[in-house]
């Protein structure tokens, strides 16, 4: 199995300065493709032209529904998705003027776990079975902090403490299978945060805890930024999360960007249709009598994409130039929004 590379690749340079002073993470048209099986070259793009920026101190929260292609964009930032059948069709990923997406392995590894923090969406299979929780949450310590291994594990276990799990240097000792799926999310996202890495990719960290070690962890992660200047691209389905953490929004929906903005402005003049539709399924304690507003239909899969505005066929104010041409995200009101209606 080869790393996700982009495609002609070999004539690109590695370094160059991107976007502003200021971007820690810039993603440029990038264009993930997958294969519809291993028999055929049929692509299916999961990602389509996503462009975004993310500054230091900063968090920027990529929301939609199930399969919109905001982990996929998150994993490609890595280069961790498998190949095949995923395959870089195009696009820059720029990480403080380094382009990753040509990177040479050796050099991405160093970079991997220590400067980008990774918090894996799946606990269940994230970790290593065979080796001591302890042993794993410490390893980034030693390979780019230069830590021994005692003070590493040691690390770990008040780690554990600070994410919500009591006993830290005698459940560091337990492998993973001896732990609950909400501990295995804690230990994810202690290992993510002790090397205090530059950028933190969160891909829904909190779906396995309870509110209690939810409001525990989404404070650590803001004590990681006010104190290290770090930043976090958190992916999330919750909008209350958004709302406590989030800079900026950017809305997925079928491997686009269909809307972008800061936070205030998304939820309070949202512009796109879909944005809309989610801001309005928000469950309200006020109107608990009341069914809570939908969505018509689902996401479409990546063989099946509608030609014009692949949310038209969900729209309640598609027209006919929606059916039949793809709108540009483009300036709408406080927000970017990839709508004719605009």
């Known amino acids: 199995m080869h790393g996700l590379t982009r495609e002609n690749a070999a004539s690109r340079p590695v370094t160059c300065t991107a976007g502003s002073d200021k971007s820690l993470l810039e993603a440029r048209d990038l264009r993930i493709g997958f294969a519809r099986n ?6 299916g793009l999961a990602v389509d032209g996503v462009d975004f920026s993310l500054e230091r101190g900063k968090t920027l929260c990529l929301v939609g529904e199930s399969g919109c292609g905001k982990s996929v964009t998150a994993l490609s930032l890595l280069r961790l998705l498998p190949v095949p059948p995923a395959r870089m069709l195009g696009g820059s990923v720029f990480f403080d003027g380094l382009d990753l997406a ?3 392995e050796k050099e991405l590894h160093r970079i991997r776990g220590g400067r980008i923090g990774m918090i894996f969406q799946d606990p269940m299979t994230s970790l290593n079975p065979v080796l001591r929780v302890g042993e794993q949450m410490g390893e980034p310590l030693c390979l780019h ?7 590493a594990f040691k690390a770990a276990a008040d780690m554990l403490e600070r994410v919500g799990i009591a006993d830290g240097r005698l459940r560091a ?5 001896q732990m609950s799926g909400g501990m ?3 230990v994810m996202i202690g290992m993510a945060m002790l090397p205090n890495p530059e950028l933190l990719i969160a891909d829904e960290p909190t779906t396995a805890l309870d509110v209690t070690v939810q409001k525990q962890i989404l404070e650590l992660m803001r004590g990681l930024l006010e104190n290290s200047g770090s930043a976090l691209l958190l992916i999330t389905h919750n909008l209350g999360i ?4 989030a800079d900026e929004v950017a809305i997925m929906y079928a ?3 269909v809307e972008q903005g800061s936070t205030g402005a998304i939820l309070s003049a949202p512009a796109h249709p879909y944005t809309l539709g989610l801001l309005r399924s928000r469950p309200k304690n006020a109107e608990r009598k009341q069914r809570l507003a939908t969505i018509p239909g689902t996401v479409p899969s990546l063989w099946e994409r509608p030609a014009g505005c692949a949310f038209h066929p969900r729209c ?5 130039k929606c059916r039949r041409e793809t709108p540009p995200l483009v300036p709408a009101g406080p927000t970017l929004c990839r709508c004719w209606r605009g």
């Open 184 to 186: 295995r999310q804690r």
């Open 145 to 151: 902090r230069g830590m021994g291994a005692g003070q």
């Open 316 to 320: 309640p104010k598609a027209r006919e």
């Open 242 to 245: 958004v709302e406590q953490m």
């Open 173 to 177: 000792r337990d492998f993973p299978h």
């Open 38 to 43: 291993a028999y055929s070259d049929e692509l």
């Open 255 to 257: 491997g686009r960007i």
């Open 102 to 104: 040509v990177l040479p």
